[in-house]
């Protein structure tokens, strides 16, 4: 009985389980385009997911004032364990001169996935359900130095909302150092002031090691990132992940030029087990909490109609429907002034009629009273 009845071997169940099934992980994108959401996605799990974009196309599609979502899938595998990986990006969003309600395809987007779950867990057969749940949202902020956004504010109150939000200064290398700490400085006084919900690592408290980790997570937040797939040579002779300059070699991977390695180890390395579980237990239930508490058992969600991407047809169809009535308003009023106009003719032809059948009606008494007075005095 040394060795106990194996209640410790569970652990080591639950990893041969998991090494057999593997994960599916789900990361979305947003952000201005420029920004380099491509790049640091295929920086982050060194290899190309997202092609490289066109972007004399995105300069060429300013007028159509639309959020995309795109989804890209990979299989990836490190050491006999294998994750199903899903991107989802969001060309489009910030890129118009009215960004107006761009961010409700992406919630929406959201929401979705959220409602398609349990949708599929209210079915009799669960064996094989799509789930598109977002696990982690990366919202890239432009590296201008001075403050967020109002466009920012905005979205980044409603994506905190409905997943786990990371935010992340886009190409740190073309700030200073003193530049980038003001810059962070200020970023986290707004998220503060406005009360939006970023994801925060949990700090275990029996483990001071991991503990301190997720405290050092949590104060550099948000990330700033250097992306790059090329290889450079710095000038001791390393051959490195980075962006070659005048001045120098800015490095992905040296934790003294961004923050990529905590990035990755937030996103993959350590907490991407805690990202899934927030999103099960956190966004989704709240989710499906309000949805339970307005919606019975089985009833469709009340879809809205105002989605930003049908609004100009919408705005047009309605132009067309209102041109459309007051041309038939005019038809009707030009076809009521001819019936009045019509009426009254009548109604004189009608009181003509009636005057000449008085007139006639007062002879044929005249004509009665004198043939009377005639007869009398004939018989005499």
């Given at each position: 009985m040394s060795d106990g009845i194996g209640i410790a071997n569970l652990p080591n169940q639950r990893h041969k389980i998991t090494s057999q099934r593997g994960a599916h992980?789900?990361?979305?994108?947003?952000?201005?385009?420029?920004?380099?959401?491509?790049?640091?996605?295929?920086?982050?799990?060194?290899?190309?997911?997202?092609a490289p974009r066109n972007y004399r196309q995105r300069f060429a599609k300013q007028m159509d004032k639309t959020t995309e979502i795109e989804i890209l899938k990979a299989d990836l595998e490190e050491r006999g364990f294998n994750i199903k990986l899903t991107v989802v990006d969001t060309p489009g969003f910030g890129d118009y001169v009215n960004n107006k309600d761009s961010w409700t395809p992406i919630i929406d987007f959201i929401d979705d996935q959220h409602e398609s779950y349990m949708r599929q867990e209210q079915q009799p057969h669960r064996q094989e359900k799509q789930?598109?749940?977002?696990?982690?949202?990366?919202?890239?902020?432009?590296?201008?130095?001075?403050?967020?956004?109002?466009?920012?504010?905005?979205?980044?109150?409603?994506?905190?909302?409905?997943?786990?939000?990371?935010?992340?200064?886009?190409?740190?290398?073309?700030?200073?150092?003193?530049?980038?700490?003001?810059?962070k400085t200020i970023i986290r006084e707004v998220i503060t002031a406005q009360g939006i919900k970023i994801y925060t690592p949990p700090v275990d408290v029996e483990d001071e090691t991991v503990a301190e980790h997720a405290r050092a997570m949590q104060a550099?937040?948000?990330?700033?990132?250097i992306g790059s797939?090329?290889?450079v040579t710095t000038p001791?002779?390393?051959?490195?992940k980075g962006r070659e300059y005048l001045w120098g070699v800015a490095e992905v991977e040296n934790e003294d030029h961004c923050d990529f390695k905590k990035l990755r180890s937030l996103l993959i390395r350590s907490y991407m087990l805690d990202l899934?579980?927030?999103?099960?237990?956190?966004?989704?239930?709240?989710?499906r909490l309000a949805q339970m508490e307005t919606r019975k058992f089985g009833e469709p969600k009340v879809r809205k109609l105002d989605n930003p991407k049908y609004r100009e047809e919408e705005e047009l169809l309605r132009k067309r429907f209102t041109e459309q009535v007051k041309?038939?308003?005019?038809?009707?009023?030009?076809?009521?002034?001819?019936?009045?106009?019509?009426?009254?003719?009548?109604?004189?032809?009608?009181?003509?009629?009636?005057?000449?059948?008085k007139a006639l009606e007062a002879e044929l008494d005249q004509a009665a009273a004198y043939h009377r007075q005639g007869g009398t005095v004939g018989r005499r």
């Open positions: 992980f789900t990361i979305m994108v947003v952000g201005e385009s420029g920004l380099g959401k491509t790049t640091l996605i295929n920086t982050l799990f060194a290899t190309e997911i997202c789930d598109l749940r977002i696990h982690a949202c990366l919202y890239f902020i432009k590296p201008s130095g001075s403050t967020l956004k109002p466009l920012d504010v905005e979205i980044m109150k409603k994506l905190g909302t409905r997943v786990n939000l990371v935010p992340v200064i886009a190409k740190a290398d073309t700030m200073t150092p003193e530049d980038l700490i003001n810059f550099v937040m948000p990330f700033s990132i797939t090329q290889d001791d002779g390393r051959v490195v899934i579980t927030s999103t099960e237990e956190t966004h989704y239930e709240s989710y041309l038939e308003e005019s038809r009707f009023r030009q076809w009521e002034q001819h019936l009045i106009a019509e009426r009254d003719r009548l109604n004189k032809d009608l009181e003509h009629a009636h005057t000449a059948i």
